[in-house]
């Protein structure tokens, strides 16, 4: 094999382009599988040194001959990405219409990212036959210090360089002079990650007949086949995945399996180390960088039979892939929602069709998308309509505060639910999705609001600090004393996690009492300890944001008290009821997971409002079925795609100036089955103090939309007034904002 006559490599920049370069200098010194694709190169890139990986080979370049420049050197000696991985960047910086340099960048571990070796190098000393005929004594008259390091290798044979450190320091030095003699060699040995032992399995409980249908109808087909496991919380959706998965492990194959948040790892990769009897390679962004580079290369290299990790795993290169799961499938945290924007599960359904093998959703509350994927038939819909074992399931009660008075947000009925809940030895979780100790500071005088100064939004109350901060920014300032307009008095308006943990302190001063939000575990390892009070039964009475209402298991909790489930009911974005429910039912699926019968109660100002009734008679399927009927009619996804190209300025005029360009470019390659709405300001115009303007684009045909999306985003990173503005394609947006 000849050297290929030009590298067209990705380069981590936001530009669409791949760069062509050509292979480095020094010819035959550089093995021909060095320069393969999936292998990365240092290049020369404007004035800089950049890391980048070679995507393809190519006979001849736009850039004419003479204004190639050569890659300065070959980092891997055999590909790190395999074609497979590949693949996949290719498709998602197709798919997500994104520079593909920086999908390159998502998809590598920091380490490898900065040009660092793939396995940590372990250099040694070696002698040679030369070497080894040496007369050291006399060799120490003229060269002591040769003579020195000579002695020990005629001893040892090989030794590292640390070691050598260590017992002949200095050796480095007189390392040249023995070379040039051949009298030693350096060999570098690769040190690969090994992974723990394996251990004895624990058994785990016999299945019931709906887990055992489910188990056989994902076997039943052992290629590609998307599975959605639809089960309310403690069905045992786990226990089929554990079943599911010692297959694939006898088969000698890998599981991947993804989760939303860092938070569900712990206890799940516990569970699947005893259970499997396999330490499962774990990647998520709390780790440090070496650890996460270990558990991908055992990914990569097949050692990790089971691979555990958040939204960027699904890019892991896997050596034997055998079955993707993709854990709490609705969860909006496996959508990207800044820079890279790509859905970690859709993503796996693309992998998982393009390797042939089974993919599974897990969840208790489906996504309409996925829902209405089982309707057409595309994907088969597993039901475990009960919990396993002994557990009832909860019963949700709502509290009308339209008659019962409350006190700090929390109304009669709740406390007295809680009280006796306490008597009864029972656990209880407060839930409230707003963290801070109140949501406002309001005027008493002319009713005026503390806002920050940067962004259309008003400033949460943190009292513990005397602070008021912006939760969309950042930014934080002293609580102001009165207000400037009026001279009146401030005081907090609403209600925030913080001011509840105080409210029921004063309640119920001789129980323990933990606040777990993203305020109280910022610091790390205060969060797993949190956790660990709770599932123990030290806290008696847990307040918690989101972050309490997912895949945690508490043993005790038989109580959730839901604070605030109102603005939910109003919300503006299309998706409203749909993560209202699932958020209540998620919450709510925490309580009574072992012997006692779990209670929710779910406090509202508008008892009456249609959402209640359709919970309240048919659970979340009753809302979501209800819900895909009205995205039905009005033609929103499913049953339409959604792209939203976002643009921010110093000048709101810049901002949507540049999305009428992109209206002007749009129109000529519209055959009109593309709708476009737009441009308008974002629902927070300002953020930051940049101003945001967006422009959405509706299509039932989706090649349509990716064809007018593709040509699209050359020509805009190609327009002048693109350099004014930050944008971005966000192609099935979750969030409208
Ligand atoms: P999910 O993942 O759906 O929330 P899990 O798999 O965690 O549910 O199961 C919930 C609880 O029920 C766990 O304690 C589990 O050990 C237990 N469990 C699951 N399946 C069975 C079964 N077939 N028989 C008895 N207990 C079971
Ligand atoms: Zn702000």
């Not at 895949?551 to 919300?571: M, R």
Request: glycine share 8%; proline share 6%.
């Amino acid at each position: 094999m000849t050297q290929p006559a030009i590298l067209r490599v990705a380069v981590n920049a936001p530009l669409s382009r791949l760069f062509d370069y050509l292979p480095p200098a020094g010819g035959d010194r550089i093995a021909t599988e060095a320069l393969l694709p999936g292998c990365r190169i240092t290049v020369p890139f404007g004035r800089q040194k950049q890391t980048a990986v070679i995507i393809a080979h190519a006979d001849r370049s736009d850039v004419p001959r003479d204004r190639l420049r050569p890659a300065l050197a070959a980092i891997d000696e055999a590909p790190v990405l395999g074609e497979q991985d590949l693949w996949l960047i290719r498709f998602a910086s197709n798919y997500y219409q994104h520079p593909i340099g920086e999908v390159v960048a998502a998809a590598l571990p920091a380490p490898l990212r900065q040009g660092k070796a793939l396995h940590p190098v372990i250099q040694n000393i070696r002698i040679t036959e030369d070497g080894s005929a040496v007369n050291v004594e006399q060799l120490r008259k003229r060269a002591p210090k040769q003579a020195s390091l000579l002695a020990v290798l005629q001893d040892v044979t090989s030794i590292r360089f640390e070691k050598l450190d260590e017992l002949r320091p200095g050796w480095r030095t007189v390392r040249k002079n023995l070379l040039d003699k051949c009298w030693i060699e350096v060999e570098e040995v690769s040190e690969a990650p090994s992974m723990a032992e394996a251990a004895d399995a624990q058994a785990g409980p016999t299945l019931n007949t709906d887990q055992l249908a489910a188990v056989e109808a994902i076997r039943s087909s052992p290629g590609f086949q998307v599975s959605l496991l639809d089960g309310v919380t403690g069905s045992g959706k786990t226990e089929v995945y554990l079943t599911l998965m010692k297959d694939v492990i006898a088969a000698r194959k890998q599981v991947l399996i993804l989760v939303p948040e860092i938070g569900l790892t712990p206890q799940l990769v516990s569970r699947l180390a005893s259970r499997l009897g396999e330490e499962p390679a774990v990647l998520h962004s709390a780790l440090t960088d070496t650890v996460r580079l270990a558990a991908w290369s055992a990914a990569r290299s097949g050692t990790a039979k089971v691979i555990l990790g958040t939204r960027s795993a699904v890019f892991v290169p896997l050596k034997n892939p055998g079955l993707i799961i993709v854990d709490e499938e609705h969860d909006n945290s496996l959508k990207q929602q800044e820079g890279f924007r790509y859905s970690a599960r859709d993503l796996a359904i693309a992998r998982g069709k393009h390797l042939d093998v089974p993919v599974i959703l897990g969840t208790a509350t489906p996504s309409l998308e996925t829902l209405q994927r089982c309707k057409d038939g595309a994907y088969q819909h597993l039901r475990l309509p009960t919990r396993a074992g002994a557990a009832a399931p909860p019963l949700l009660r709502l509290v009308d505060l339209t008659i019962h008075p409350s006190a700090d947000g929390i109304s009669d009925p709740a406390i007295t639910a809680i009280s006796k809940n306490l008597q009864e030895g029972g656990q209880t979780l407060v839930f409230l999705n707003r963290r801070g100790f109140a949501p406002t500071l309001i005027c008493g005088g002319c009713g005026r609001m503390a806002e920050c100064d940067r962004c259309d939004a008003r400033m949460t109350v943190h009292a513990s600090s005397n602070e008021l901060r912006c939760h969309h920014c950042g930014a934080s300032r002293r609580i102001d004393d009165d207000c400037i307009e009026c001279g009146g008095n401030f005081r907090p308006l609403g209600h925030g996690t913080e001011r509840l943990e105080q409210a029921l302190k004063g309640r119920f001063p001789d129980h323990s009492i933990a606040r777990i939000d993203s305020d109280t575990v910022r610091l790390k390892g205060t969060m797993n300890r949190a956790l660990s009070m709770a599932t123990t039964g030290e806290t008696r009475i847990l307040i918690g944001t989101q972050m309490l209402s997912k895949g945690h298991h508490f043993p005790d909790l038989t109580l959730v008290v839901v604070i605030n489930a109102d603005q939910g009911l109003f919300s503006t974005d299309f998706r409203g009821s749909e993560k209202l429910a699932q958020s209540l039912v998620q919450v709510a699926g925490r309580a009574g997971r072992v012997k006692r019968q779990g209670q929710v109660l779910i406090q509202t100002g508008y008892p009456t409002h249609p959402f209640w009734g359709e919970l309240f008679s048919g659970g979340y399927e009753k809302v979501a079925l209800s819900a895909l009927e009205e995205r039905s009619n009005t033609a929103w996804p499913p049953f339409s795609r959604l792209a939203l190209i976002r643009a921010s300025a110093h000048k709101l005029e810049d901002a949507k100036a540049f999305l009428e360009t992109a209206l002007q470019l749009i129109a000529p390659a519209n055959a009109g089955n593309i709708r476009v709405l737009g441009p308008v300001s974002a629902p927070m115009e300002r953020r930051a103090g940049r101003y945001r303007a967006q422009l959405l684009l509706q299509s039932v045909n989706r090649q349509a939309l990716q064809r007018l999306l593709q040509t699209l985003r050359v020509q805009l990173e190609n327009d002048r007034g693109s350099r004014k503005v930050r944008w971005s394609i966000d192609v099935d947006p979750v969030e409208l904002f």
